[in-house]
């Protein structure tokens, strides 16, 4: 099992900016060229579905990192494996950024890193909340 940890959410002005953590621990992910490993941001506003927000996908050899048009220029995925955590930085905040995001990790990449359903591992959420 893979246990992950969301922290960084909070209450900010419109144009700020928030990094959101996502620790991991209870497995070694992937490093061999021929598997992979990623890490992905969702988040969910009230009322709303669960939307895909940004991923990371590695292999031994290359990183790969995905965005939702609506956050494309704003957001940054990176991770550091060192540490095993995945951040996302928020910059240029918007009111409709407000939602609980959450992390999730797989075993795969390419195609299926914004499905939500293919994740099997999940953190709690963290809340974030853009004030106009």
């Known amino acids: 099992q893979v246990q992950l940890v969301e922290s960084g959410g909070g209450l900010v002005q419109a144009g700020g900016s928030l990094r959101l953590s996502c620790a991991t621990s209870?497995?070694?992910?992937?490093?061999?060229?021929?598997?992979?490993?990623?890490v992905a941001w969702f988040r969910q506003a009230p009322g709303k579905e669960r939307e895909f927000a940004a991923a990371i996908s590695w292999t031994g050899d290359s990183t790969y990192a995905y965005y939702a048009d609506s956050v494309k220029g704003r957001f940054t995925i990176s991770r550091d494996n060192a540490k095993n955590t995945v951040y996302l930085q928020m910059n240029s905040l918007r009111p409709e950024d407000t939602a609980v995001y959450y992390c999730?990790?797989?075993?795969?990449?390419?195609?299926?890193?914004?499905?939500?359903?293919?994740?099997?591992?999940w953190g709690q959420g963290t809340q974030v909340t853009v004030s106009s």
């Open positions: 999730a990790a797989g075993e795969f990449g390419g195609r299926d890193v914004y499905t939500s359903w293919r994740y099997a591992n």
């Open positions: 209870g497995r070694t992910f992937s490093s061999r060229t021929f598997s992979r490993s990623t």
